[in-house]
């Protein structure tokens, strides 16, 4: 079992900045890519960006250039650095990680989410 406890969420100005911190514990050496997703209300689900275990990176297009997720593997926490944000930006941010047996890929857990409102 993995736990993903997500931190960081909160109302920010059209064009400030906020960090978003997902903690992961319990079978964590199991783990490989870990990520974030949002919801927006009245919208499906969304990837955000993710991190592999090895560093490489993906972004949604809308967030390319202003977004940066980075991961400290000591820490077991993965972030979301979020710049220029934009109203649009407003949604629940769920961190995700993927368990893996060896190469084989067993489930992804799921944090319970924290909500990221971008408003004057």
């Known amino acids: 079992q993995v736990q993903l406890v997500e931190s960081g969420g909160d109302l920010v100005q059209p064009g400030g900045s906020l960090r978003l911190s997902c903690a992961a514990s319990?079978?964590?050496?199991?783990?490989?890519?870990m990520g974030w997703d949002r919801q927006a209300p009245g919208k499906q689900r969304e990837l955000v960006a993710a991190?592999?275990?090895?560093?490489?990176?993906n972004y949604a297009d809308s967030v390319k250039g202003r977004f940066t997720i980075s991961r400290d593997n000591a820490k077991n926490t993965v972030y979301l650095q979020m710049n220029s944000l934009k109203p649009e930006d407003t949604a629940v941010y769920y961190c995700?990680?993927?368990?893996?047996?060896?190469?084989?890929?067993?489930?992804?857990?799921w944090g319970q989410g924290t909500q990221v409102t971008v408003s004057s």
């Open positions: 319990g079978s964590i050496f199991s783990i490989k890519a």
């Open positions: 995700n990680a993927d368990q893996f047996d060896g190469s084989a890929y067993l489930k992804t857990y």
């Open positions: 991190i592999s275990s090895g560093g490489s990176t």
